[in-house]
């Protein structure tokens, strides 16, 4: 995808003055709530109409307010997946799905109702009523009918922002798999550093209607990481679930964690914060904390009043913080071995 | 009692024709109306919403009088229409547009408040999935709105079958052409024992009006059922 936009709207209150172009499948938009991101979905969308300048995505021009152009949402072929599912309370589950499906040109069917029934796991549900179903089932299916649509671009919301924790991250795996699947480039819009780092791999950063940084979901997370309150969120892939002793124990790289609020599926996804993990300069003997990982310390970063180690833990990334006194006494530099001590407890299971 | 004569007869099921006919014919522009008021910004905006309420105000005789006026042999439409040799004023016609115009407010408010109850982002979700304005009116509005649509046209044409003030002075009171129902009662109750016909003929008022109400409760409990 090809994103170039350059707009101008007052909206009395608020006013809107971006100029950015991106390149690239995965994009993120990160921004405070009135920061200007709904309204930018609405003016790429063609809800909005813009005051002044030009919208153009991949050669196509969307909106040129000097040629007059101004594309109907409905030609833009860019899809959307909303905050709340905003399913047709008068269609099943099926009507929503090829709503749009059935409105797109032969030639632009790429995507085909069965592979995404497949991919999202919607086909049991096909006849049901949509208030029969749960709201992770809603979100399901309105990803799947925006989908359908067979959009070139697709704009997510705050998709997730409507469901709770364990359903959000019940929802993400969906949204990575259909985007994957179908080759779909898209925008995703959230408050959530945490979303950010999962979704995307680019970010734009809004404040006030302006766009202050264009950057990677990676050094946005490091610049964040001094001020932010949660610090650094190192997110945990681990295999191989077993108990033991009252915890879990999985593989992650070429050493083991212990973790306990594991289960018993076969693989989790935890997030860690940098903040929960104890650097140590040489081998403690004896620590309270189950997991003490010998690694190599490969960056070192500045974040606010913080210092960002990041570490090679047996082929596994990892980010610790600490505070600028404790890294000069740990004498931390680039290349040099250490000890990061993590207690089981601290992992937050995400999946 | 029920010793109806044939003007009665024919009261009844003219009271009946009209009051279909002018709910028929008003539902496509009460829908636009209520689409416009609902869904779209302009400035005429106001006026407009005064124009359609304006005779939920107004005394239908002065509705009926503006009416003759506008529909006469010499007034602006009429004077139009006369060449074509259609004639509309005391004809009943007349009286199914004085029944339009006098119920035409209340038929809109109904289906604007259907409409309003829809969220607006479905429209944008319908719109950014493909479906064009007239598309989404047909695909979306309209059936999230059909209760509106249903209360409303339910409670025009019972307004239509009492309209008595607007139909009497623009299509008159001629028993078989433009006596409806109201009219008739109005001619038995100032004739000597015409006391008991208007009677029966209230009754059957009563009777059609409550048929109309256990109609739309049966719709909407049906409705309610298959949400």
Redesign the interface.
Known sequence: MDLKVDIKKDFGHFSIDMDFAFQGERIGVFGPSGSGKSSLVGLI???RRPGKGSIILDGDVLFDSEQGIDM?????????V?Q?P?L???LNVKGNLL??FK??KLEERRITPESVLDVLQLTHLLERGI?NLSGGEQQRVAIG??VL?NPRLLIMDEPLSGLDDRIKFQIIPFLNRVCEAFKIPYLFISHSLLEMKVMADQVLVLSEGRVIEQTTTENLARDRMGENEIGYINLIRVIGSRRLNGLYAYKWGKQELLISSGNEQEEGLFELSSREIILFKRHPEAISARNLLQCRVTDIFESGRRIGVEMDCGGERLIAEVVKEAASELSITKGGEIYAAIKASVFRRLA | MLDFTSNDYSAILLSLKVAVTATLISLPFGFATAYLMTFKRFRARILLDIIVNLPLTLPPVVIGYLLLILLGRQGPVGKLLFPMGIQIIFTWKAAVIATAVVGFPLMVRSMRTGMESI?K??I?????????RI?TII??IA??SIRGIIAGSLLMFARGLGEFGATVIVAGNIPGVTQTIPLAIYEYTGSPRGDTMALALCIVSIVISVAVLIFHEWLSGRMSRA?
Request: with cysteine.
């Open positions: 969308s063609g809800l109907a949402s409905e030609h833009r072929r860019i899809g959307m909303f709340r905003y047709f309370p008068h709503y749009g409105r797109c208030k009918r925006a649509s | 969220d982002t479905l944008d979700a319908s719109r950014t999935l493909g479906a064009g598309d695909t979306i059936p999230l949400d």
